[in-house]
């Protein structure tokens, strides 16, 4: 996993994951720097119903994936 920062600071997963337009991996995020920025950034998505959080028929990618195989 890498994080990804612009050479202003504005780290790049925070802000995807802040918007609803990316979700949180939880088997990766134990080897996450970053982990509780990430984790924050989910939290205020949902509550926010930013995004994908704010479409309630929206199916994760993993488990879309597991009823396609």
């Known amino acids: 996993m890498a994080e990804i920062r612009l050479r202003d600071g504005t780290f790049i997963q925070e802000v995807l994951v802040r918007e ?12 996450c720097p970053s982990k ?7 939290t205020l998505a949902k509550n926010g119903h930013r995004g994908v959080w704010s479409d309630s028929k929206f199916v994760k ?3 879309y994936r597991s009823l396609y195989k």
Not at 20 to 31: D, S
């Open 20 to 31: 609803g337009l990316a979700l949180v991996y939880r088997p990766y995020l134990n080897k």
């Open 36 to 42: 509780d920025i990430i984790e924050q950034a989910e």
């Open 61 to 63: 990618p993993w488990e």
